[in-house]
Each structure stands twice: as structure tokens, then as C-alpha cells.
């Protein structure tokens, strides 16, 4: 890598609990312009008189803008600093999310969503590369479990806070909510977060770019588990997809009932991430998230095997989706410490493929459940248990190939974490 002078460091002045507050608040960008709007949709499709596929395709604008906004940031990010290209985008969320307040029909919404989504990318970017530029190996993980206790309160309180707001105004008062949230950040992000970037590209064009995305694809460590992470966040995207239709439609919870089952079920990832920061006091990331993934994969094949069965035992299906989902507080954090702990200098970049190929597996995981639907367990419980499986057999892969000096030996056993 080519890399410019190096900046001064990062200040020390922040608290570890302030550095959390801030990212976290940065990551949350994207459960909350999910979540927020939700309970919204219907209100959408008869005020601006369209259909329910139309109202859909703006939370579909908002998957694609994230998917695609990622790439930029990254390489953006690495060559002019971390917090130019937050401001931006902030700037960006901040006036789309105005923009989708005012929409006038279902086109102008659409188009909005996208370009929120490519304002709230940043967040979701940087947040993982000044981790990355401040910490390292257990640190980083332990970190990064911090940042899952703000960002994981999102989609407990963003439903029931979308529901209020809908009950004093319109759906349009949820955006503006969202454009408040935006402008709050950009005025306080910028002041409060150091710059953390120590050293910069001298230039950015397709060359120096493709160059360093071989070399990411070529680390072992960085494609096993950037792909452990991506499959166990496919699992994650499959339940967010399927559980309604199974809880409420197979089930007949109601929909106040599902609410709280799904706020159980995030409560359970937020308790697993705080558990790992205190496991990774005496363990490496590589260890913990292995035991992760053992879990998850009973719990997915605990679950097909009861959709197999038809049996419908709703205690049963609640325990191993709970454990599920709580499996990702394990694997979230651990699977992005290793997989960016060697790509410091270009750690804007690695976050950036690294989010960008996780949610695009994640989303087509979320997409087979719905084209399978057909009216049972057996399409969430399937993808849930194969993604599980698959994300068992990526972190095995990255374990047995770990080269010394990463956070594993050779032999799976632990080993001392990279340097920085």
C-alpha cells in the first residue's frame, strides 16, 4: 500500500464508553431507518395511494444504497480520513431523510430511501475502521461488542418508537424524527470523534483499488471470517424474514406479541455481546466465536428438525430462535476483529468489502425465505440451519488456516493476537 504521511494520532481524551456511545450511535443508523418506518408502511401505501409492492421497494431502495455506499466510503475513507467522509454522508442522511418527509408520491419516496441509505452507509463504514485504527485483536472484539450494547437497543425501541409517533402524526413525522437523529449527529460526531486515520493513500483511482481488494481476497484469515460473519448475519436476515409469517401466521401470536418476542430475541444478542466482552478476558476471538457457531448450528438444526417434523411447539421454536439470534453477539464482534486485524492501513476499505459482501449474503438469504414461503416453518428454519452450518465451516476454515502471529495458531489453539 502507498501510504502518505503519517497524521498525528488519534487523541486519547475519549472514554472507551464515549468512543462506544459515538459509533454506536453511527451503526444504528441503519436498524433505525429500517425499524422506525415499519409500522409505517401501511399508512404510506393509502396516503400516497399506490400499491403494497410499490411501498415495498423503498425498504428495498434501502438495502441496495447500503450495499452499494459501503464500496465508496471505504477507499474515501482510507485516502482523505475518517471524519471528511462521515460528515458527508451524515450531511447526505440528514437531508434525504427531510427529503423523504416531504415526498410527494411513491417515486420521489423510493429514490429517497436509496439515497438516505447512501447517507447512513457511512455510519455503518467508519464506525468498524476507527475501531480498527484505535484497537486491535481482543481489544478490538471487545470493542466492537460495546458497540452492539447501543446500536442493539435500535431494533428493540425503533418499532414501538415508529407505532408512537404514528399515533400523534402522520408517517411522514417518522422521517422527520429520522432527519432530527441525523442533524443531532452531524453536529456532534464531527467535535466529539478524533481522527483516527494515522496514515492516508497518496492517490485514489481503479487501480490502486483493485490492487488492494486482491490482496484482501488473498488473506485466508480476512475471506474465512468476513464469511463466518456474513452467513451467521444471513441467519440473522432469514428469521427477521420468515418469523412474522411463522409467529403470527402459523402461531396466531398477535402483532404486540410478536413485538415483544422479537425485542426478547435482540435483548438475548445484546446480552451475548457484553458475555463475550468478559469471555475475551481469558479467551481469543477465534475461540469464542467458534463455540458460537457450534451453538448456532443446533439451535438452526433444532429448529428444521422440528419444521420437519411439524411439530408446532411454540416454547420449542422461541428457544431456538433466542438462541440463535443471541449467537450473533458472539459472532458479530469476534468475526470482524479477525478478519480486519491485519489491514490497518487500509482498514476503510476492509470495512467497507467486509459489510458490503456480508449484507449482500445476508440479503439473499432474507430473499429465498420470502420466494419459499409456502405457508410453514420449513424455509426460514431451512436457510437459518444451512447458514449456521456454512458459517460453522468458514470460522473452521479460518482456524485451521491461521498463519502465526494471527489470533490462532496453525493447530485452532490460541495464539498471540497480531500486531498493530
Known amino acids: 500500500m502507498r501510504g502518505g504521511p503519517d497524521v498525528a494520532a488519534p487523541s486519547a481524551e475519549i472514554s472507551e464508553r464515549s468512543l462506544a456511545l459515538l459509533l454506536g450511535s453511527l451503526t444504528a443508523f441503519a436498524p433505525l431507518s429500517i425499524d422506525m418506518y415499519l409500522p409505517s408502511l401501511p399508512a404510506i401505501e393509502r396516503d400516497l395511494a399506490t400499491t403494497p409492492s410499490s411501498v415495498q421497494l423503498t425498504l428495498a431502495a434501502f438495502f441496495a444504497g447500503l450495499a452499494v455506499a459501503q464500496l465508496a466510503y471505504g477507499p474515501l475513507s482510507d485516502r482523505f480520513g475518517r471524519k471528511k467522509p462521515l460528515v458527508i454522508g451524515l450531511a447526505v442522511y440528514a437531508a434525504a431523510s427531510i427529503g423523504c418527509a416531504l415526498a410527494p408520491n411513491i417515486e420521489a419516496l423510493i429514490a429517497l430511501r436509496f439515497l ?225 486485524e491485519r489491514h490497518r492501513e487500509r482498514a476503510g476499505l476492509a470495512s467497507a468489502v467486509l459489510g458490503s459482501s456480508q449484507f449482500v449474503i445476508a440479503a439473499i438469504a432474507a430473499a429465498v425465505v420470502g420466494m419459499a414461503n409456502e405457508g410453514t416453518m420449513r424455509p426460514m428454519a431451512a436457510v437459518m440451519a444451512t447458514c449456521a452450518v456454512l458459517g460453522y465451516v468458514a470460522a473452521l476454515a479460518g482456524r485451521r488456516g491461521a498463519k502465526p502471529g494471527a489470533m490462532v495458531d496453525v493447530d485452532g489453539e490460541e495464539g498471540p493476537h497480531g500486531a498493530t
Open 116 to 340: 438516505q441509505a447512501v447517507g447512513g452507509a457511512a455510519g455503518v463504514v467508519l464506525a468498524r475502521a476507527v475501531v480498527r485504527d484505535l484497537r486491535s485483536g481482543a481489544e478490538a472484539a471487545r470493542l466492537l461488542s460495546l458497540l452492539m450494547l447501543v446500536m442493539g437497543v435500535a431494533p428493540i425501541l425503533a418499532p414501538l418508537a415508529g407505532g408512537w409517533l404514528l399515533l400523534v402524526g402522520s408517517w411522514r413525522l417518522t422521517f422527520g424524527v429520522l432527519a432530527v437523529i441525523g442533524l443531532t449527529c452531524l453536529a456532534v460526531v464531527p467535535r466529539a470523534l478524533p481522527e483516527t486515520a494515522t496514515r492516508r493513500l497518496e492517490r485514489l483511482d481503479v487501480r490502486t483499488i483493485g490492487r488492494q481488494i486482491r490482496e484482501l481476497a488473498r488473506d485466508r484469515d480476512f475471506v474465512s471470517y468476513a464469511l463466518a460473519g456474513a452467513f451467521s448475519q444471513a441467519g440473522m436476515f432469514a428469521y427477521i424474514a420468515g418469523s412474522p409469517f411463522v409467529l403470527i401466521g402459523m402461531f396466531h401470536v398477535s402483532p404486540q406479541a410478536y413485538g415483544w418476542m422479537f425485542g426478547a430475541n435482540a435483548a438475548g444478542l445484546i446480552a451475548a455481546s457484553q458475555l463475550n466482552r468478559r469471555l475475551l478476558v481469558r479467551s481469543t476471538p477465534s475461540r469464542v466465536l467458534g463455540r458460537a457457531t457450534v451453538i448456532a448450528v443446533l439451535a438452526g438444526v433444532s429448529l428444521l428438525a422440528l419444521a420437519v417434523a411439524g411439530i408446532q411447539l411454540l416454547p420449542a421454536v422461541l428457544a431456538s430462535l433466542f438462541l440463535f439470534v443471541a449467537t450473533l453477539g458472539f459472532v458479530g464482534p469476534n468475526a470482524t476483529a479477525i478478519a480486519m
